[in-house]
């Protein structure tokens, strides 16, 4: 009996840390080191959509590293991504034939563009690109049918990019893209995340393990798994949902603010 109070002291005493920290980080001063500063620079649904899902892709390296790089998409497109894609001339992609961050390229640049193009031709969200048919209590399912769709024109898929887009079906943290559906998805009155897209609820989000989240989380004792995969994620998720069933990605906030500031 002694063994189980302590685990539900120390379960309580978890929850309610990680409560007040996601409190703490959950505000609009968070917004401007952050890579979601560049979709905020935008109003238009459509604007926000390819510039969260661009600044997700190329979050990895220092911030503000990623920041001059998004920016200079921004500023590629004109300021306006979506009319930039829609709209643009075969003239106008040369100059992107300069662009790189680490190991993204012209070529992934190009494709990214030419996929927006054909898809924003169609459809009038990048929502429905994560729709499936599924029954699923996470974004698994999601992730490998944006995968798919992502990389299914086949005539102009250069291989090389598939890197940039990961999936659960290869065992893949996809960090980068469970950020972007936090922001897409998500909703709370703290101005941070969007919550644009609402066929997605933020009881099926995965919580995205970055570096910080991985320290401060196996710190807490809340994450065990020895690779940091696919499965760690889900049972990251899975701890976080015990807290919080309907949200359980808000802790996100904690984790990463925890480790970021260096505060454990």
Known sequence: MNDELVRINKFVSIRDFLDAKADQYNRPSFIERDPISIPHRFSRKQDIEIMGFWAAVLAWGQRPVILRKTSELVDLMDGTPYDFIRYHEESDLKRFLAFKHRTFNATDALYFLHFFRHYYGENESLEDAFLTDATSDTVEAS???????????????????????????RNATCKRLLMFLRWMVRSDNRGVDFGLWTRLKPS???????????????????????????????????ML??????????????????????EL
């Open 241 to 262: 949902r015990q807290f919080d069933p309907i949200d359980p990605v808000r802790y996100d906030f904690a984790l990463f603010g925890l480790g970021v500031e260096g």
């Open 143 to 169: 992730l490998i049918t944006f995968h798919d769709r992502f990389c299914g024109l086949t005539d102009f898929f250069p291989e090389r990019t598939r890197k940039h887009i990961a999936t659960p079906a």
């Open 204 to 238: 099926q989000l995965v919580i995205p393990i970055d570096v910080h989240v991985n320290r401060v989380s196996r710190q807490l004792g809340l994450l065990t798994r020895p690779q940091t995969d696919w499965k760690a994620a889900i049972e990251l998720t899975e």
